[in-house]
Each structure stands twice: as C-alpha cells, then as structure tokens.
C-alpha cells in the first residue's frame, strides 16, 4: 500500500513485456522448419507453454512437449520437425539468462573465465561425442524410435545454419527480454524505496533461477526462497523487504503468467476445434 503504483505498472509492463519478444522467436524457429504460424497463434502457444510450465514440476520442461503436441496435430508435421524449431527457440530464450549470469560473475570475481573455459570444454567434448559415437557401445541401448527421433530433430536443428544473421538478431532479442526481466525487479525495488544495483540483479535473476527447476509446480515455493535469500545477501535490504520484493514480482510474472497462459491455452483450444470443424465442412 506505501509503495509507488506507478513504479509498480512500470515493474508489470516491463517483466511482461518479454512473452512478446518470446512469440517473435517462436514464429520464427518455427518459418525455418516450414511451420507456418501467424504472429497471434505464436503468441498464444507461448502463453499455453507458460501455462503449462508454471503447473507442472521442473518448471520450463513440460510447456515444450504440450507445444510440440499441439502443434504437430494442428500442422500434421512430424512430432520431431515440430520439436526441433521448439527446442531451438527455447534455447535461444535461455541463452540470455546464462551469458548475463557468467558475465555479472565475472564482473562481480564470483566466476573466473578459466572455470568458464573448463564448462565449454565439457560442453564441446559432449556435442562431438554426441555427433561422431559410432553405432556401438551405448548407441545399441537407444531404442530405434528414440534414435530416429534425435536424428530427425538434428537435421531439423541443422537448418540454423543457412539462417544465422536471423539467429543473432533473436539472440539480441532476447538479450534485451532478459534485460526487461531485471530492470522489473530494480523497478519494483524503487517504488518500495530500494536501490537495487542493476549489475547485482544480474547476478542476482540468473542464480534465482535455478529454483525454477525444483520439483514443484513451475518451481514455486523454490524460486521464492531462492529469490529472497539471494537477494538478502547481495543487497543491504531485510528479509522482510525481500520477501515483499519477491513476492511482487512473482505475482507479477508467475500468477499472471498462468491467468494469461489459461487464456492463451484456451484460445488455441478454440482456433483447433474451429479449424477442425472447418476441414471436416470441407470434406
């Protein structure tokens, strides 16, 4: 009630305003493998992937596969093709998150760039293990469909190469989404009288996102601790103080994000029963 309401609906319009750059990465993830959606229906899906996140356990890995679901039976594409446009905008949403995190360490002395050397070293070692294991050894325990599947994904994922100045432009896109998720909690820090130090908070979101992976709906319960202790312990505030903070901002985003995302879900419900009806008209 003491807080400025202003400063507030500018916390809401910037955590927010992300979904909207989301749906521009999906839509385009999905032209690349010859999914044709339109700006409306992407922003639909994500709002039903949001939905379907903030329900289900290890919050953001549910949404993806209802989406592919869904998307494969709207579009009659395959399950896998569907996926590996999903997987790909997932990923470049995310990406943000990691290299904001890596370099707010960095710049904070939390994380040296050796131990950043050594994480890709593993990544790539990884990848190249992945693409070049010949048909032996642990590749005989992957069931047939499983390997069909990935191998399908792959070449669908392939197609990113013929399209990377599209990539890097979503890649900035998403950069400055990530950055609307962090100005949202040093807005709401200021409407409750709170300097929160930018630079901090990008320490501060990346780490708090770990919770999202709890075993709770959406990593509800886990996120708000995690968010709260972070932010007790970076910044000179009372637990009192970041508990409020947190929970503004969750209200803000995660209880929001599943009232929009019903809505969404609902809609895309609604567009399939009516595109049905409209083919069986047709027949």
Known sequence: ????????????????????IYAKVWKNMLDISDVRLSYGSSLKVVLANTFVNNLTPFGNIGGEAAATLYL??????????IFSAVFSASIINFTPLII?????GILLDYISPLQILKGLSIVILASLWIKYEPETGFSNLIPIRVKTFLSETTKGLS???D???EVLFLLFLTHIAALFFIASVHVIGLSLGYQLSIPLLVVAMPLARIGNYAPTPGGSVAYEAALTGILTYLFPVS??????????????????GLVAGYIGASMLELEGKNLFNKDKDET
């Open 239 to 256: 637990l009192q103080s970041a508990a409020l903070i947190t929970a503004i901002y969750r209200a803000i985003t995660y209880y929001t």
């Open 72 to 81: 494969s039976e709207l579009t009659g594409r395959k399950k896998s093709e």
């Open 1 to 20: 009630g003491q807080a400025r309401h202003h400063l507030l609906a500018a916390g809401f319009v910037l955590a927010n305003a992300p979904v909207l």
């Open 100 to 104: 904001l995190g890596l370099i707010g």
């Open 163 to 165: 399209r990377k100045k």
């Open 159 to 161: 197609k990113l190469k």
